[in-house]
């Protein structure tokens, strides 16, 4: 038995988590201290964040030798792995698992959130508040310890032994006993897209988290318009990495799956396109702050929507609520109670701050003229989110129903049987009312321009 290298695995997610916690508090401290003290709270910050990214890598590593060294004792590497299974597919075994996924967007955000530390001095407190605070919600998905007296379990570890996993009469004869080989990756992943698909999808999730964490910090501080700048480049690259990581993961489903088309629907495509939809809709109207310095309330409530979308899509695929109308959600690990207080938390935050700073953000008096790129922009945006809300309402019935049930009541909402007709009859017809939209706003100028012109 390997015991060492889980043993430790566990100690750098533990390390993980409570470095994340110190992170956020100490920035905290630094982002309200005085000139004397500042420097201290942000040097013992950054140590925190560099022992928390170091931490990170530890529980990569040791996951990484467990998956191939083949030892089967552990309920991951004997879930996801096989002695047969070629090499290269060996690393999509990392994140087959939710435990994995979770790991991979962790270690994203902290890539992301040490290169931050390095460029962005002025902004670093209040940012890296945000980031200390997502890593240590996305930590304890992983935790996997329960909490003495209240008996209550936060995370799903990936380190688990098999025999603690499955209740199975062989471990009560052998305690001790492994398999000779595991149940192998599941073939539909066996595809070289897989390999690549799922860190371009994470990444593309970690870098929504930029903009968002500008704009909490523009909100805090005061700093209603500045957080623009440095975020839309990140935006930028949001966009673009996360765009590329959907048409990998569509790639893969017309190949392997068998759809029969590039998009065939599916619920879980679409909680990561209505995201990307926003994202698109928020460059657009930053774009249009930057040049004319309208459209800044736009700007913050689309930033807060992308993020919470992505918080909110992550729920969808893994609480197991799509289990009966998509076919490649995760099933639920007993997470679905921590993934909504992770959605409910930022949300509820994020509409408390923008709610007290409303009437502080400076807004234009002059509305937009038809005659301005502007207002051509700022339709096209409208008309992405509206593209995102017609997907997102059919897409989240199983919530309603849920819900409904929660309540007491029963409910016999379905999604629509023929997504591929339901979804493609509205969605091209905006597609066209995009394409026409981006056409005509190219003959205008910025700003007001006559008539006559």
Known sequence: ??????????????????????????????????VETKEQWLGNARVAFYVHSIAVVGVIVSLF?????HYFEYHYAYSHSSLHLPGEYMISCFWEGQEGSFLLWIFWQAVIGLFLIRTQRNWEAPVMVVFGLVQAFLASMILGVVIPFLNIKLGS?????L???????????????????????????????????????????????????FCMAGLWQKKYSEWIKPALPWALVAGAVLGLGILMGGYWAYETLN?????NWDPVENAVYVPWLVLIASIHTMIIYKNSETALKSSIILNIAVFVLILYSTFLTRSGILGDASVHSFTDLGLSGQLLIYLLFFTVVAI??????????????????????????????????????????????PVYNSLIEVFGGESNLAPPADQIGFYSKFQLWFGVLVALISGTGQFFWWKRMEKKS
């Open 163 to 213: 025999r603690d996993a499955i209740d199975d009469p062989i471990f009560s004869l052998q305690p001790d006993f492994i398999p000779k080989d595991g149940s192998g990756l599941n073939p539909l992943l066996q595809n070289y897209w897989m390999v690549i698909h799922p860190p371009t999808l994470f990444l593309g999730f970690a870098l929504t988290l930029v903009p968002f964490a």
């Open 1 to 34: 038995m390997h015991y060492f290298i889980g043993d430790l695995g566990h100690l750098f997610v533990i390390a993980s988590f409570v470095t994340s916690l110190i992170s956020a508090f100490a920035y905290w401290k630094a982002n309200s201290a005085g």
């Open 65 to 69: 030798v467990i998956i191939y060294q």
């Open 157 to 161: 570890s990936p380190f688990i032994l």
């Open 352 to 397: 408390i701050l923008a709610t007290i700073r409303w009437k502080e953000i400076p807004s234009s008096d002059k509305e937009a003229s038809i005659y301005s790129k502007e207002f051509w922009i700022f339709l096209g945006a409208t008309t992405l989110c509206l593209m995102g809300f017609q997907v997102l309402l059919p897409t989240s019935i």
């Open 259 to 263: 759809f029969g088309g590039y998009w």
